[in-house]
């Protein structure tokens, strides 16, 4: 992983540089993870397996999300290639401390994927609406992962 991928899949992920230095599994000083990304040190081999497996982790929510929110979407009754206005509500969870609450899950990582996740799907049109008193319905793949398990289907 290069300088620039390895930015670009921070600011894909919704971590700022300060947060990205710290998690647990880097916890290095905020200038040390700036020299990787303006180039003037290389990306360490452990960093780049790191984002590499964060980049999978973000492929696998949006793909059961994708799956998950077409199942669930209301079509148009005389064009059903064109989604109503009706698709689920999602949660947006501004902290992480609601993101817990909500889903039991433990992780601040699976947050920031989670939310990137919502915003993409808002991004390209799948979802329209989020609610603060929404919640992921039971019946979404996402749980799975968020109790731990990662599995491509």
């Known amino acids: 992983m290069n300088n620039l991928e390895l930015k670009a899949v921070r600011q ?7 947060e990205a230095s710290e998690l647990p599994a880097i916890n290095v000083s905020k200038r040390t ?17 790191l984002f590499f497996t964060m980049s999978s982790h973000y492929t696998l929510v949006l793909n059961k999300m994708l799956a998950d929110v077409e199942r669930v979407t209301i079509y148009n009754k005389n064009d059903k290639t064109k989604p109503s206005t009706i ?4 949660p947006f969870f501004h902290t992480f401390g609601s993101f817990q609450m909500g889903t039991e899950c433990p992780h601040r ?23 603060d008193s929404a919640q992921i319905p039971k019946d979404f793949g996402i749980w799975k992962w968020l109790k731990g398990g990662y599995e491509h289907e």
């Open 12 to 18: 894909g992920l919704g971590l700022t540089v300060a």
């Open 33 to 49: 993870f700036q020299r990787w990304e303006d180039g003037t040190r290389s990306v360490p081999n452990d960093i780049d397996l």
């Open 87 to 90: 698709t689920p509500a999602l």
């Open 109 to 131: 990582t699976y947050w920031r994927i989670y939310q990137s996740v919502i915003s993409h799907l808002i991004l390209i049109g799948k979802i329209t609406k989020l609610e």
